[in-house]
DNA sequence: CATGAATGAGACTTCATTCAT
DNA sequence: TATGAATGAAGTCTCATTCAT
């Protein structure tokens, strides 16, 4: 589902009529909810009546939004995917290495692991049950993998192998961290394993991986929907 | 557990006589029934009710065995540890270098994987149930990786983090075979990229990961469902 | 315990085994509270959660014994058929004349609806909805449909038809008597009107539709299960 | 909220045309639309916001023409009794024989049962909810049942009763027109058992039963109100 | 130990009705 | 008036767990 980053100003298919932004609104709101609760307890937990409570919303109103647990999932999946799009395309923007784009993606996953594991374990819970997401990853890990390969620094036997490899141990990675564990420069440590998986040489890998993270131009909204805490 | 109407023949290793062993065998047929079911549906899913039922037994049943639900899921996250604990130790028996008992690990569980895809399945399901699983997949994990540092063939920066990674995509891979990707070779790729990111060289990383696999020494049981276990 | 594969040793259809009478009772229970039910509200109106409370037993039981409401609706057409089944065949035993055993038909059940007004909407009620209970009622009617017809006291043109018109016209009859229509003679009215419209001549008919009601032979069960109120 | 009838035709002749015109349209459309989803599912399951959506409107403007679902069912009731009053009043306009317009009446809705189950289906549905259908029903019904007593073609004892058999065997035999049942001459023999049934002899029931049925003075709009199908 | 009916908390889902726009 | 989002009571249904036999 190609589905692009845009959430549609104009879009033909939705509506966005003047007024009524409320319903908008309350869809945020249960959006919002969902991610709280995916942090607390696991996508796979997820209670209906539970995410209406969590939005402070009465128990009909999410089937005005949702028919099936799988349609919340999916959204969120979606949600996610967008926020992380405007996430790695900010911080990878003008680098045109593959490696070191690769790089940056990784840690700038466990960077943000680290400073909000909510988001983490969202994200992780979430990754496992939404088709759409696990592609709008797929979509940028692979794009910096063909690149990389083109300017000889990626050697690997199969692009599908490596993608799977990058992100499942990304995401490995930050399950330790969301399970507490703490290790000094361990974004660079990863990175650096995972160039090397991909076949970067020694020394190259870790200079790579311990460059210094470009800030990204942090706009002032930027992760605006995930960061409160439960409300109440 | 002591158990007053038991026959108890005097201490002797001869007492598992046959209430012992039908004991043993409805236990074994739950632990089998939600693997089945682990396989189907995910771990997630398991109703004991179903559960009962797959392992033609009544629901009332299955509380002579387990007190509660999360006591079967713990249990059977055991007996796949288990299971997997004899697997690998059978498969790398003999084998002394440190690398390719890593090499011959990852390759194992991507080749059953793809014989026995409900098997991976339901691996996959429980590793994110049951943390006991977890640990016991760790420490098999943690000493290749000793052996191979001290070898002179691995060269990481700190072992926690390496063992997430040989873990995360060895499943990673392991979830792309259950979700039908098929690739030629694709154990041996997957363990060569993650002998590189442990930092074996180039060369001896594909050596290494292309050995032919040692044929385990085929116990006549090897594979069935074992663990007679008492419960606690 | 032999955990036989046979759960029935002897019975037909349904089992039928020794101790457990207990799951007999509650099913009744349950079909006598959703006959109170319908006798009050109809049986479109029927709740399941309602029933489980008017019969005094928990949520969830109900669906030990129905998955839906038409299951329910189903199995007190049945009951209800059965109960007709033992009135009608008490009330005309011995009766040979096709006519009179019509006419005794209509009037016992327009008798009974005088008598028990709830038994009469709860009738009503559920033969809207049970097809097996109204094949139940057709069997009889087109029995005695055919003898009188073979004793020439009917001369009807289609027999569906006939029996349409009897099964409806008492129904309607019982439908006013229910809503509080009293008449002098009721039972015979209808039964008259009823063997005219078969085709009985008019002095016949008159005459039949007269005759005194042969008592039935009141077995001391009768009735049983209907009879009672509400029981709180 | 006023609820009057008519708002002040003060302002604006032309506002009080096209404002009650529509009005009045979009109160025909949902009562349109009612009997359609009566048609298709019968009176106990019709739901505002499926109404709403039948009649092309949004739920919330149901509410302005009428206060509760009652009231729609009771809306609904109405207008079939004034389709019927039309359709009966025209049909039998100009027969003065009380016997000929009762075997009429009775004709008349069997053939149009066949010729619109639908409109049938409808018709026995409301008749069970709504008590102020079954009266208008019945006004037309004692009319003629009087007017051939009086012409001495009746014998019956009770009116009332008289009134009710036709009444249900009429709509019985609908039910079973509607259920697929196809008799030849199935309007004749029904309205020939009717005449029986109320006293008529036999030779003048089997002759009234067989004149053909008068056309009547087709009216541009009649029909009008059930004929269309589902709009969209 | 095995059985399976009963339980009841809790989740799911619908729909008549209200109300701000 | 029309709209449609929101509400929440009421009903449906599941399932872990208990218990008498």
Redesign the pocket.
Known sequence: MARPATPAPAAGGE?LTR??K??A???QQLLDAALRIYARKGAGE???????EEA??????????F???EEVLEAVGIELAVQLSHQIAMVSEGVSLGAQRTAIGVRTFLRRASADPEWASALLSVVRYAEGMRSALATYVRGDLQVGLEQGDFRFAHEGVAMTLVVSATMGAMAAIVDGETVEGHDSIVAEMVLLALGVTTTKARQIARLPLPVPAESPDDGRKMSRGPRK
Do not use: C, I, M, P
């Not at 997820?46 to 209406?52: F, G, K, Q």
């Not at 402070?56 to 939004?65: A, D, E, I």
């Open positions: 509506e007024g009524h409320k319903k609104r309350t869809r997820l209670a209906l009546n539970e995410l209406a402070s919303v009465s128990n009909g109103t999410v089937y005005n939004y028919r099936t647990r």
